[in-house]
């Protein structure tokens, strides 16, 4: 099983976007947001984003965070040393940013074909659970341009939507999180009473909050977590991903989060030179 990744500096804040096409002010600059409701609204189902940058990046993922896909959507990632290049230096091919269950994984009939851990739906449903992420990882590469095409032809709104896009190098400890990961999803709906004596529901917003235990971290592993807590604190979103890469396309869904470390808590040395710390990541 693959450790966990958390991609704590995203190069994406620091590049030039831009766009294939945007519906009204709805441009690229919004995928720099760190708000739901701030996007990328293409006039159809196919978007081509290019990130460009004046000095190369170290990029091993690119994410898409808060879309309209479905499971059905492809996305292709190419990467080039300098923006002039015809070659690319790293090519995935065309992929299922956010595949659909294991066919036969579940009995069939039960659940729709084509089905995942997210709930689709445009951005007026982002509040409450809907929207999907969808995540290309690959070994790291150095480049100045990225150009990343998405196509979704079987999204409901009959337009493509994204929210936030993360690309970077991640960091992964030697040893991973021990067992005992919590996935919390949070409501903030509240039941109340009528006089009549009927429960009613304030209906809030949900979002998700993982918590894990790092307890056995290196001495390097431990110093690179406290830079990645001094750089970030509380205050600056990352991606965090407990299962990347596995098997299971829904258990890396469920735990794939990207937001803000919800604690600061100590880290711990049990024993000589081994370190622990709790983590605790609440989704944006």
Not at 18 to 32: D, R
Request: net charge neutral; glycine share 8%.
């Amino acid at each position: 099983m693959t450790n966990l990744r958390i991609l704590h500096d995203n190069a994406a804040d620091r590049a030039v976007l831009t766009a294939a096409s945007q519906a009204g002010a709805l441009g690229p600059a919004n995928l720099q947001r760190d708000a739901k409701g701030a996007v990328l609204r293409a006039t159809g189902t196919a978007q081509t984003i290019v990130a460009a940058w004046p000095t190369q990046e170290a990029i091993a993922c690119v994410a898409l965070i808060f879309t309209n896909m479905t499971s059905s959507a492809r996305m292709r990632v190419r990467g080039y040393a300098r923006p002039a290049d015809a070659i690319p230096v790293l090519d995935t091919g065309s992929i299922f940013p956010c595949p659909a269950a294991v066919h036969g994984s579940f009995p069939w009939g039960v659940l729709p074909l084509g089905w995942n851990a997210y709930t689709p739906g445009g951005v007026n449903t982002w509040a409450r659970g809907g929207g999907a992420d969808g995540v290309a990882w690959f070994p790291s590469v150095r480049v100045r341009k990225l150009v990343i095409d998405i196509s979704a032809p079987q999204s409901p709104e009959g337009y493509l939507e994204i929210s936030r896009l993360v690309a970077g190098n991640y960091w992964s400890p030697e040893y991973n999180a021990e067992y005992g990961a919590q996935l919390q999803l949070q409501d903030s709906s509240e039941d109340y009473r009528t006089a009549a004596g009927d429960l009613k529901t304030a209906v809030g917003t949900t979002s998700d909050k993982l918590n894990i235990n790092l307890a056995h971290l290196t001495p390097m592993d431990r110093a690179r977590l406290m830079r990645i807590l001094r750089e970030n604190g509380k205050g600056k979103a990352m991606l965090f991903s407990l299962f990347p890469e596995n098997p299971d396309p829904l258990l890396e869904q469920d735990h794939m989060l990207y937001g803000k470390a919800g604690n600061l808590d100590a880290v711990a040395t049990p024993y000589f030179e081994t370190y622990s710390a709790p983590l605790q990541i609440e989704g944006i």
